[in-house]
């Protein structure tokens, strides 16, 4: 590998662990926001989903911003927005501009991942030549679906494996340290959270335009007078943004109010065009891809729980501070830790049973929490159930990316970056809607006894999620048909 692929492989992990960190960094943070801002948990929810909405919205954007203009150009401007942003971020007096705010800063990770991880096909793991093969790829299936994560097989197995590690060890990393990181920066004051996010920002920014690597497209690559794919990102934010509002605020308004049917609606009408246009139909591939992004989906959705419910029950019921939460999560977080390099070391052909097997101990592991946050236990009561549950997850999630890349077609990586990373920002933001939204209309921030009540339920349905995506998984080939598929 040259040094030029070195430095990109290193940005493309700091990069991914950072957007990784800032969409779960706020979930721990919930007890003191609402303190320092008065926030109600509607509020909280969109201070938090902002920035998954956005970036979600964005990364197909982005990558097609990189092939224009050059990885080393998107990276240097989205990483000095992002500093920007984050600035904004710690500067916020209220709600209202925090989310503004937040959502500019996801919208400008979205760019710096797209356009780390676009350098990293041409320059990365098994790159060589790549910057013809690209050009000659997009050359010959069409920009508009590259973006879409459905492009054709470009020959790269080496590459794609070499992307995939990267982006899944940085999210491991993140997944692993970034609760507890999270807690120990804002023991004094939760904006030390994004100050720190503006100085990795400033620094991502030095480095891409000091020692960066650059590729820019030839002619028969992605050309500037191609447009960007507008209309799918106004579906892809729509889509996201009406369920997140109407979860958020069902809890209050009502589950079955005008209001939340409403933006439900609203979300659903976007999001069946989307899916016409940008999924394969029919057959073994249609069947896998589909099973693939639910278990994805369900995952991240699950994850988001185990963070905002947890912290949110050591915070308001144990009266911890930040620290102490960041600590109480530390099971969670070493098991991961511990159990991850494990996982990515999974034979392809054994994904579903991986799945199925991680996924399904999540499950039983929020279940089990629910069970111990509604007797108030504290210790091991909740120490061992948090250990499954990030064993759970440190099996499903590398063997589910797998999975959609391998098992269901999305062989090109730019691809993978915008269609799997808008799964799983996906998954976050309605996770995080759908929790809160139960949490409130069982009690709430209520004081007591009230506010266990809220915890129950909402932990129970995150494990019902999490038994959805193991569900899922079983649809995925099995050995004997992936072998026969593969040839």
């Keep these: 590998m040259t040094s030029a692929a070195r430095r990109s ?73 992002f500093a920007v942003a984050s600035a904004g971020c710690a500067l916020s007096g209220g709600w209202t501009y925090l989310v503004i705010a937040r959502a500019a800063q996801g919208a400008a990770a979205a760019a710096v991942v797209a356009a780390a991880f676009d350098q990293l096909t041409v320059l990365g793991p098994g790159g060589g030549n790549g910057a013809r093969r690209m050009a000659r790829t997009v050359a010959e299936n069409g920009a508009g679906k590259s973006g879409a994560g459905l492009g054709a097989e470009d020959g790269s197995t080496a590459r794609t494996s070499g992307i995939r590690g990267i982006r899944t060890g940085g999210l491991g990393a993140a997944l692993a340290g970034g609760p507890l990181l999270a807690c120990a920066v804002a023991i004094h004051d939760w904006r030390l959270v994004f100050w720190s996010d503006a100085a990795v920002g400033v620094a991502v920014c030095a480095a891409a335009l000091l020692r960066g690597g650059e590729w820019r497209p030839g002619t028969a690559a992605v050309t500037p007078r191609e447009p960007f794919d507008i209309a799918t990102m106004l579906l892809i934010g729509t889509a ?30 976007a999001l069946v065009p989307l899916l016409a246009w940008e999924t394969p139909i029919g057959g073994l591939h249609g069947r896998a891809f589909a099973a693939s992004q639910v278990a994805d989906l369900c995952l991240f959705a699950s994850m988001s729980g185990v963070l905002l419910l947890l912290a949110g029950y050591f915070h308001d019921v144990d009266g911890a501070g930040p620290l102490g939460v960041g600590l109480r999560l530390l099971p969670w977080s070493a098991a991961v830790a511990v159990a991850m390099p494990l996982a990515l070391s999974v034979d392809a052909r054994g994904m579903r049973s991986v799945i199925a097997a991680g996924m399904s101990l999540h499950a039983f592991s929020l279940l089990a929490l629910a069970a111990a946050v509604h007797a108030r236990g504290s210790g091991l009561w909740l120490a061992v159930p948090l250990s499954l549950s990030g064993v759970g997850v440190s099996l499903a999630l590398p063997a589910a990316r797998h999975a959609a890349v391998t098992v269901a077609g999305l062989r090109r990586p730019t691809g993978a970056v915008s269609g799997l990373g808008a799964v799983r920002l996906a998954g976050v933001a309605l996770g995080t809607a759908l929790f809160a939204g139960v949490f409130a209309t069982g009690g709430g921030y209520l004081p007591g006894q009230r506010l266990v009540d809220g915890m129950v339920p909402a932990v129970t349905v995150a494990g019902l999620v999490a038994a959805i995506g193991a569900a899922a998984a079983f649809a995925l080939p099995g050995r004997e048909r992936l072998k026969a598929r593969n040839g």
């Design 9 to 81: 492989s290193g940005l493309g992990g700091v990069t991914t662990f950072l957007a990784a960190w800032n969409s779960q960094a706020v979930l721990v943070l919930f007890g003191p926001l609402r303190a320092d801002l008065r926030a109600s948990g509607a509020q909280l929810v969109w201070i938090a989903a902002a920035f998954d909405v956005a970036a979600a919205t964005a990364l197909r954007g982005g990558a097609m911003w990189s092939r224009r203009s050059g990885g080393r150009t998107v990276l240097a401007v989205g990483a000095a927005v």
């Design 240 to 269: 996201l943004a009406g369920p997140v509002g109407a979860l958020a605020e069902a809890g209050t308004v009502g589950w079955g109010s005008v209001r939340t049917l409403a933006l439900l609606a609203v979300g659903a009408a």
